[in-house]
């Protein structure tokens, strides 16, 4: 008889989180169960190098046998709807069933840092100034070539397409099928205006689109587990070193945010983790651990860590204002879409 097999997709395997959220499957899914790990990137060359990455932790670390850990991937940009179109395509072609879905991919409209706004903000609220910065300046308006809001296409509408396309033919094969979403600690309701749901107006649409997330999560999980058995959890990994944040800073502003962080742990923040390894923690719980009669799907499961850097969960309630709103809007945007590309991703091989 065949091991019992666990697939799991991590989008933006490449990043920290993303990475990170790999070793601990590789880590924590029994060595007599077969996983596979779909990779997710919008280049070759990083998915390749995400693969060696994986196979090397788990050569030195994890020792799953032969056998019992293989890979593949999606080449995915969310901020093109035909590449997610093409994902699905090959996700329904090629897999019998998804067990687990991480959706940790993002981007930012990221502009420049505002020095003086920093140096206030650190001055006055160190803790928030190292959580929820107001001096990170967004550019304001980016769309995709699709024509969406570019931050709202990547983290919110392109995951939610990609949930609704697979959810009544992968997951539901899956005994235990779960969806994680990856949110932020700074979804605040300030950052969204539901007459700009694809944050083309706002100066914040980084954190917009988390707030979006919070009310798609809480919008969608009970359908999804009441018709499909799917669980749906909703997290978020506190603060950590991003991959991302190289392209902003240089050598100097790198140390200093990281004196920032340890300083914010130092002074009682639980929410800077600082290592992908811990940022890891709530979503590999609610994905492995969780259990839906005890562990509530309507709140926010957050990666904490105490001030010696040692991993604890942190749970939070979350403000439900605006989900039907929310979900309305992304249904009908969903049937838009669904109508364009209709005829997108076609069998070329076949008779005419
Ligand atoms: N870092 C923090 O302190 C922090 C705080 C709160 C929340 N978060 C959340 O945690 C998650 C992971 O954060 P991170 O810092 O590890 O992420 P990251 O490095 O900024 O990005 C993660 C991955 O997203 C992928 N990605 C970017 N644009 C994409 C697109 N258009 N389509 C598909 N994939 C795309 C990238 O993969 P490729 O380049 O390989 O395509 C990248 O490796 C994100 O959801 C982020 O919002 C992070």
């Given at each position: ?195 700009d749901m694809q944050l083309l107006r706002t100066e914040v649409p980084y954190g917009g689109s988390k707030r979006l997330v919070d009310l798609v999560h809480l919008a969608t999980y009970k359908e999804l587990y009441d018709e499909y058995g799917i669980k749906q959890y909703l997290t978020h990994p506190g603060v950590f070193v991003s991959f ?109």
């Amino acid at each position: 008889m065949s091991a019992p097999r666990k697939i799991a997709i991590i989008t933006g395997t490449s990043g920290n989180l993303g990475i990170n959220i790999a070793y601990r499957l590789c880590d924590e899914i029994p060595s007599d169960h077969r996983l596979t790990i779909i990779v997710t990137s919008r280049t070759l060359v990083k998915a390749n190098e995400t693969i060696k990455s994986i196979e090397k932790y788990n050569d030195e670390h994890s020792h799953r046998k032969t056998g019992f850990l293989d890979f593949d991937y999606l080449l995915l940009d969310f901020g093109d709807m035909i590449s997610v179109a093409t994902a699905i395509y090959k996700l329904k072609k090629d897999y019998p069933k998804l067990d687990y879905l991480f959706l940790n991919a993002s981007q930012n409209a990221h502009d420049h840092f505002d020095y003086f706004a920093a140096t206030k903000q650190m001055l006055s609220d160190p803790i928030g100034a190292s959580t929820c910065p107001e001096y990170k300046m967004e550019k304001v308006g980016v769309k995709t070539k699709d024509g969406m809001g570019f931050v709202f296409q990547v983290n919110v509408f392109g995951p939610f397409y990609f949930i609704e396309s697979l959810k009544k033919c992968l997951f539901v094969k899956s005994e235990d099928p779960r969806i994680i979403w990856v949110g932020s600690v700074m979804s605040k309701t300030k950052y969204l205006s539901f007459d700009d749901m694809q944050l083309l107006r706002t100066e914040v649409p980084y954190g917009g689109s988390k707030r979006l997330v919070d009310l798609v999560h809480l919008a969608t999980y009970k359908e999804l587990y009441d018709e499909y058995g799917i669980k749906q959890y909703l997290t978020h990994p506190g603060v950590f070193v991003s991959f991302s944040f190289f392209k902003f800073l240089n050598i100097f502003s790198y140390y200093i945010m990281m004196m920032m962080f340890y300083m914010a742990r130092f002074l009682g923040s639980p929410w800077h983790n600082l290592t992908g390894w811990n940022a890891a923690n709530a979503p590999i719980f609610v994905a492995l651990k969780a259990d839906i009669k005890s562990d509530r799907q309507d709140l926010k499961y957050g990666s904490a860590s105490t001030a010696r850097g040692h991993e604890y969960l942190k749970i939070d309630e979350i403000d439900p204002t605006g989900k039907d709103d929310v979900l309305k809007y992304l249904k009908q945007l969903k049937e838009e879409w669904d109508e364009k590309l209709k005829d997108q991703v076609t069998d070329t091989r076949r008779a005419y």
